[in-house]
């Protein structure tokens, strides 16, 4: 192997940064508007009656969703990809002229897909499946999308110059593997425009609408055996990619156990795809299904604490760089949440306790603890790690990182404790009932006590933007700052690579 330090080529990882923080940005504003609808119904409406078509909390809705789950997250897993995926290989992009096209044009896909999602969700197009909205045309421009990451995955490993893979990339294929699987079986869908009229009128349906290929409760148990795995392979898979990785490289520990990471690799691998069914407890979904969704939900504390304490552990002996440094703080609470809506999951799956938590804020607040403060910190810790590096500047502001980790926390702390607080207040007030078994309240009583619950909810996602703000801002300065480092002097540490 060549002592000389390769030349890694960062043009396509950039071009995804850009992505992750713009649709971050996007994302996350349509969430805290959405949050104040909720709060305050009047916004449904605040710019004319004449928008509200596309103003109002259903339609909005799905965008945030997507845009922060297919737009920032999965924009942010490429771009870590063509990051660490050349590094831990030893390999450079600019070494084949036909893996830097394929990750050129999947990044135009991309972006050309982004935009169908948003003008095709905003004009009310939608198959109506949750995180799966998007009507067949798209669900195609999506499949080769992918298809085209899968050939730089599998195209990078191809021309490696380094034997054994880094158990980063093993999470990266499964990423991988794990999507495609689950996104095609998913959105198996007929378009209507093949549908003809019985009494030969010709064709009924329109070119942007579809039904799906299963029906009734088998829909729902397709449904979310995706939506759930989604969780699996979008909110959680990469993002231990991405933690094995970063960590290690910024604090200059070994990974704590290498063994322990694969262990947790297999028995993520195994479980996650059993627990669907605890989104579907008390539905007609088969009694012994909703059973075995719950147990295995509970056991997946095992791999998801597996890993969560691997990541902890990493940092035995060095706990001074958590009060040292921001980027690393980012990184500790990251795998903190990651424990903390590991635990609150499976305590959610549990029958007694979901005949409460659903369909409540509670479910909101588990989704967000964990998109907040798991896959939110992460992708943000792994950007602030490769800003120097990509750009080859020094980091413009590592207070302002610091007044960012604080503001953010504090706003998910906001978030999450006043959704538990609105979730179990509604599953009680919704549950109560007199010595008759008339229901103590009607569905306006409890909408009614949740508005301040909302209202905190909304500031606490206004303290999260205005971090990432921040974020977009401190990226921005050091790549147009004109303090170079020596990129490569960067990544002297033991971790190699
Ligand atoms: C500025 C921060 C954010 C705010 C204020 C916010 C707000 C919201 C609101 C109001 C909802 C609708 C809840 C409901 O229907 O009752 C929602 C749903 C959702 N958000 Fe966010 N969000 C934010 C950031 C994020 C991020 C960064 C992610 C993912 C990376 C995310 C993922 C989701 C998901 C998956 C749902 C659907 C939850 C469910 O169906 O239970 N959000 N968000
Ligand atoms: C051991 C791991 C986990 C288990 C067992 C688990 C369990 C659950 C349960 C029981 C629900 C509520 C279903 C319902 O009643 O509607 C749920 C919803 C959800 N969880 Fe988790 N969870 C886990 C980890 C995570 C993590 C780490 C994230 C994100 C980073 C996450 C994101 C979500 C989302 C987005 C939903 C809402 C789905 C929807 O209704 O739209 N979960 N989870």
Request: avoid cysteine; charged fraction near 10%; proline fraction near 3%.
């Amino acid at each position: 192997m060549e002592n000389r330090p390769l030349e890694y080529d960062y043009t396509v990882a950039k071009m995804f940064m850009l992505t992750t923080i713009i649709l971050g940005i996007v994302g996350m504003a349509i969430g805290v508007f959405i949050a104040f609808e909720l709060a305050f119904p009047g916004l449904n409406t605040v710019f004319g009656e004449g928008l509200a078509e596309y103003t109002n909390f259903s339609r909005l809705r799905p965008l945030h969703t997507d845009a922060v789950a297919f737009g920032f997250t999965v924009s942010g897993i490429f771009a870590t990809w063509f990051y660490v995926g050349q590094r831990v290989l030893k390999v450079s992009m600019a070494e084949s002229k036909f893996l830097m096209f394929i990750g050129k044009l999947q990044f135009w896909l991309y972006v050309i897909g982004v935009a169908a999602v948003v003008v095709s969700l905003f004009m009310g197009y939608t198959t109506s499946k949750e995180y799966a909205e998007f009507e067949w045309p798209i669900d195609i421009a999506i499949v080769v999308v992918w298809v085209l990451w899968g050939v730089s995955i599998f195209g990078l490993i191809g021309i490696r110059r380094e034997k054994s893979l880094y158990i980063s990339v093993w999470y990266y294929i499964a990423t991988f593997l794990g999507v495609a699987m689950l996104y095609l079986f998913n959105n198996m869908e007929v378009p209507t425009m093949l549908a003809t009229s019985p009494a030969g009128e010709g064709a009924i349906g329109d070119w942007m609408h579809s039904v799906s290929m299963y029906a009734g409760t088998n829909d729902a148990l397709v449904q979310w055996w995706y939506g759930h795995n989604a969780v699996a392979f979008v909110f959680t898979v990469p993002i231990i990619a991405m933690i094995y990785y970063f960590l290690p490289k910024e604090s200059g520990q070994a990974i704590y156990s290498y063994k322990l990471s694969l262990l947790s690799f297999w028995g993520l691998m195994f479980v996650y795809l059993w627990a669907g069914g605890h989104h579907l407890l008390f539905s007609t979904v088969p009694d012994w299904m909703q059973t075995m969704g719950s147990i295995f939900s509970v056991i997946l504390i095992l791999p998801s604490w597996g890993s969560a304490i691997n990541m902890l552990l990493t940092m035995k002996g060095e706990w001074q760089q958590v009060a040292a440094s921001p980027l690393i703080k980012f990184m500790v609470l990251a795998s903190t949440f990651y424990m903390f809506s590991t635990l609150e999951g499976p305590i959610q799956a549990i029958k007694s306790v979901n005949a409460i938590a659903h369909f409540t804020d509670w479910i909101v607040g588990h989704v967000h603890d964990g998109t907040l403060g798991w896959v939110g910190f992460m992708i943000i810790a792994a950007l602030y790690h490769m800003a120097p590096r990509v750009f080859k500047r020094e980091l413009y502001s590592k207070s302002l990182m610091a007044a960012q980790f604080w503001i953010q926390t504090l706003g998910i702390v906001l978030y999450f404790t006043s959704m538990w607080i609105a979730g179990i207040t509604q599953g009680m007030m919704w549950r109560a009932h007199d010595e008759f078994g008339n229901l103590a309240y009607s569905f306006i009583d409890t909408v009614d006590v949740l508005h301040p619950y909302y209202a905190l909810r909304g500031t606490g996602g206004l303290l999260y933007l205005a971090g990432f703000f921040i974020f977009a801002y401190n990226i921005y300065k050091t790549w147009t700052s004109n303090k170079e480092v020596d990129a490569e002097r960067l990544n002297a540490s033991p971790m190699g690579a």
